[in-house]
């Protein structure tokens, strides 16, 4: 019995013990009463290269300044000279987002940090962080190749761009997104920070705390070279940079043995590509809508109207699709891309490439031209590459003509625009177009910036649509993209020799260009996403709310190793050129055994299927879509000084965040303190008097207190 | 708020407590035992009354304000009246101890005194208590901000600590006044002590009207100070010669045999 009783006590405590760990703990009451966390932080980062580190960076404490508005240019006065509660933590409002504005605040010792308000009220006409003359050090044109065309002697890309991005700057600097949260920032520094009549306001003030606390500095070099030193003496090694990395994806019409390396048979090749990224001044904030979403809607909706025309009559040669990550970033997928084919390493060798054609930025016609750009120097010192390429030029324009399209050619002077072309041009000179919308410089007002979104694609749907009718409504944008779509995908299969009998029923659809138009600058959160992906990763989260975003970024994320947008393109890819089969799920993951199915040849992929109510649920679709690593060669080669190659990378950090508060005066402070130590000396002076007259002061004891003093 | 808050209101806070401490306790190991055995004893008592205070918000509806004030007070309440049932408890234990030190000791006499005990054992409550209100406190005011963007009044860290002074002085006294009035079977006193507790925690609901709880705090506490002067042997005549500083002549007169 006793022992029954034992154990049921024992037994019980133990519940107790268990009940109480399972209960969570709030978090201290007295910091809720003090602090108001912001949430959903989009911070500026450090970014670093061979030679510079950019971007942004706080004080390992985070960095603490009274809140004020930058509404006018008395506010930036105040701010820079005037104002008596320095440093500042300056809330931007959009307009003033600008280089001047943020140079004065570099310069300035009494700016604390940034805070930018980002919406369309007050945006100015154009605003382009990058610089004027994107990726120029690893482009083609360089003192051996086209000297006079090197560094936009000719045609500055980009004349709006102010090079923010690229400046380095000592304060954080954090965009206010959530309109919600701005309210907050805004009713605490009107409650508290107002000027009243032109006087300062008194304390306590309203403040606000910015970490963004960045581990590497210099360039790529230094912050390698430590965390090499870290890998190998520490215990415990801190990473404190990671290259930009991620994966291009490829396909091509008759399926390659991936397992072969270097092409051995004679097989001739035409590229189709475009690239997959975009970038912007903040962090993991890049709609890139103009910049990046035209040319990967366009290539895709090319290969959806070329693949039924293909199967039926194919044409000589093999078309390649390739889409290139990391493009804003010194080319960095192209270049492996390149790297890998001179050495042998790759599906195919630059050997086999017969010619190229890149689609850049196509979505502001607007009904104006195409702009076919090519190569000067590799036309003149070739002759059978200016045979080539005029030959395309040819053909695109009796295609174009066909289809009402006006295309033509910028004057033959003029260089190549930024493209993945000119890092296939570095390797070797074979024929090649880049198809764009501008003649000269671009005609994006915002380009690799945050406004580069749906708006500015003129991406527009009449009210009261429901997401679902959204997802099928052809936009303008969506039937001027389709007709560029429908010369590509013309172009490149008389590019590969195919039949001009066939040409005319090669046309992109639009309703399929509408359905990849919403759901790249929209919501990729719709039913046709959902359908394409596999059931896990639809689990993990990867379709959230809003447009994706075309950051590179670095791996692991949290739904596996590949960028979001890399699986979407690779998955729509799938599914315009696979062929559905009827294995299981185990087999599809496992195709080894089954003799009809060649790993090799095909890659499985288990898809969702339609999430209407009658479908018949997950299926395995084989296509020749392939995924290959994009990561500048400089960091297999170890040379992270590299003049030749992408050496950027990204710092790591401990924790990103905001909070305000309010903060009291300097004087209170020393006030308490003061106090605190009167106290304490004042208490030390009583007891020591209390303590040597105690004899006398407790002497009318009843007792005698015999003790030992 | 920052490192000048910090030291500041743990100054306050911990004064007289650290100096009564390094004053009269440091010196003698015996007496710096009895404090810590006091200052666990009311950590218990906090555990106790912690433990029922936390199963009942957990079986009750979270979202209900007014029943989670309430069961705030019943937990304040129910607190106080365990510190005092185990300051009871402390006395009681240390009578036995008394008896069990007085064969173990070479001396004839006690080598510590029933008040000496009182004392010690009030402070060793008081340590406790007060670093139970304000480390909490104390630790959020290294940060840079000061309370008030939801509207509560500025002083907060400050007040906080002067109600912490008060507290630890005051379970100093109540230690003397209980046990005293236990020694002399006076329970009007012990339930004095009680009530004085009870009124004293009450009046932190009145927060964050600080005034409404610190004024009638310091005026219990020079009550209670005066009363625990007179239960330890003290007097007005004893006061006045002391400090007219005729204590010699006084001592002169009154002299004793160590």
């Known amino acids: ?404 399209v006006s295309l033509d050619e910028p004057p033959a002077s003029q260089p190549l625009p930024p493209s993945s072309f000119q890092r296939f041009l570095r390797a070797r000179q074979i024929p090649g177009l880049v198809l764009a919308d501008h003649r000269t410089s671009f005609v994006n007002r915002y380009y690799e910036s945050m406004y580069d979104d749906a708006e500015n694609l003129n991406v527009s749907y009449p009210p009261n649509l429901s997401p679902e009718e959204k997802l099928v409504y052809e936009t303008e944008a969506a039937k001027s993209l389709a007709e560029v779509a429908t010369l590509v995908a013309r172009s490149l299969y008389k590019q590969a020799g195919g039949d001009d009998s066939n040409l005319n029923n090669i046309t992109a659809d639009p309703k399929i260009v509408a359905q990849l138009l919403y759901g790249f600058v929209i919501q990729k959160n719709n039913s046709w996403f959902q359908s394409l992906l596999p059931p896990d990763l639809t689990k993990k989260g990867i379709l959230s709310s809003g447009p994706p975003q075309f950051y590179i970024g670095l791996g692991p994320r949290t739904y596996g190793p590949v960028h979001s947008v890399t699986l979407f393109v690779q998955h729509i890819m799938a599914n315009l050129t696979g062929t559905v089969t009827n294995l299981t799920e185990t087999q599809c993951q496992k195709p080894d055994d089954i003799s009809t199915e060649n790993k090799d040849l095909y890659a499985y992929f288990w898809v969702s299927g339609s999430t209407a109510v009658n479908s018949s649920g997950p299926f395995c679709v084989r296509a020749p879509v392939r995924l290959s690593k994009a990561m500048s060669p400089a960091f297999e080669r170890q040379e992270y000084g590299s003049q030749d190659y992408s050496t950027w990378t990204e710092s790591r950090w401990k924790s990103i965040r905001a909070r305000v508060f309010l903060v009291a005066s300097r004087e209170l402070e020393m006030l308490t303190l003061g106090v605190g130590v009167a106290v304490l000396l004042l208490s030390l002076l009583v007891t020591y008097f209390l303590s040597s007259k105690a004899e006398l002061l407790f002497s009318s004891a009843r007792e005698t207190p015999t003790t030992t003093y | 708020m920052t490192v000048a808050v910090f030291f500041g209101c743990t100054f306050i806070a911990f004064g007289p407590a650290i100096s009564l401490f390094l004053f009269t306790i440091a010196r003698d190991p015996l007496r710096v035992i009895f404090l810590i055995a006091g200052a666990f004893f009311w950590l218990v008592s906090l555990l106790l009354s912690s433990l029922v205070w936390f199963i009942t918000v957990q079986v009750s509806n979270k979202n209900s304000a007014t029943q989670q004030r309430g069961l705030l007070i019943f937990g304040v309440v129910l607190s106080v009246l365990l510190q005092e049932t185990f300051r009871y408890g402390y006395y009681r234990l240390l009578k036995k101890a008394n008896e069990g030190l007085l064969a173990l000791s070479q001396e004839d006499t006690m080598p510590i005194s029933m008040r000496q005990l009182a004392y010690v054992s009030g402070l060793g409550f008081g340590f406790m208590s007060g670093a139970f209100s304000v480390v909490n406190i104390l630790s959020d005011s290294l940060g840079p901000g000061t309370v008030g963007i939801h509207g509560d009044p500025q002083h907060y860290f400050i007040s906080s600590a002067f109600m912490t002074l008060a507290i630890i002085l005051l379970h100093m006294f109540w230690g003397v006044v209980f046990f005293e009035a236990c020694e002399r079977q006076r329970w009007w006193a012990l339930g004095a002590v009680v009530i004085s507790h009870l009124i004293v925690s009450c009046l932190t609901f009145v927060n964050p009207h600080y005034q409404g709880s610190l004024i009638p705090t310091y005026i219990i506490l020079s009550i209670m100070a005066a009363w625990a002067y007179l239960c330890a042997g003290g007097s007005l005549r004893n006061l006045k010669l002391c400090l007219t500083c005729k204590d010699k002549d006084f001592l002169l007169a009154n002299h004793r045999p160590r």
């Open chain 1, 1 to 404: 019995m006793r022992k029954m009783e034992k154990l049921i006590s024992i037994n019980c405590v133990k519940l107790l013990i268990t009940a109480l760990f399972y209960t969570c703990v709030s978090c201290s009451s007295v910091e809720q009463k003090i602090y108001v966390e912001l949430n959903d932080t989009v911070p500026c980062v450090r970014l670093l290269n061979a030679t510079h580190q950019i971007g942004c960076q706080s004080s390992m404490s985070g960095d603490t300044g009274v809140l004020h508005v930058l509404e006018s240019e008395s506010d930036l006065d105040w701010i820079l000279n005037t104002g008596p509660h320095p440093p500042y933590m300056v809330i931007m409002e959009t307009a003033f987002f600008s280089r001047s504005v943020m140079l004065r605040m570099k310069n300035s010792s009494r700016v604390a940090g940034v805070a930018v308000i980002v919406s369309r009220t007050g945006l100015a006409e154009n605003f382009s962080p990058h610089t004027t003359c994107p990726n120029q050090n690893t482009g083609v044109y360089s003192a051996k190749y086209g000297p006079e065309l090197a560094n936009c002697n000719v045609t500055t890309w980009n004349p709006l761009g102010n090079g923010l991005s690229y400046e380095d700057f000592a304060f954080p600097v954090f965009a206010l997104k959530d309109e919600n949260q701005t309210q907050v920032i805004r009713k605490c520094y009107e409650d508290h920070n107002l000027r009243l009549n032109g006087s300062a306001p008194q304390y306590p003030l309203c403040a606000m705390q910015l970490f963004s606390h960045m581990h590497a500095v210099t360039d790529t070099v230094t912050c390698m070279r430590r965390t090499d030193l870290q890998n190998r003496f520490s215990i415990n090694p801190e990473i404190l940079c990671d290259p930009l990395n991620d994966y291009n994806v490829w396909a091509s019409t008759r399926p390659l043995n991936n397992s072969a390396k270097g092409q051995t048979t004679n097989e001739s090749f035409v590229i189709a590509a475009t690239r997959l990224d975009g970038r912007s001044f903040f962090w993991q904030e890049a709609p890139a809508a103009e910049g990046t979403v035209s040319g990967i809607v366009t290539l895709l909706a090319a290969v959806q109207a070329l693949y039924p025309v293909i199967q039926l009559a194919p044409p000589p040669r093999n078309i390649f699709f390739a889409f290139f990550q990391g493009e804003a970033f010194d080319y960095i997928g192209s270049s492996k891309m390149v790297y890998d084919m001179e050495r042998k390493e790759f599906v195919i060798d630059l050997n086999n490439v017969h010619s190229m054609l890149e689609i850049g930025q196509v979505g502001l016609r607007n009904g104006r031209d195409l702009w076919m750009h090519s190569d000067p120097i590799s036309r003149m010192n070739s002759s059978s590459v200016e045979e080539e390429v005029s030959d395309m030029m040819k053909n695109m324009h009796s295609i174009a003509a066909g289809l009402n």
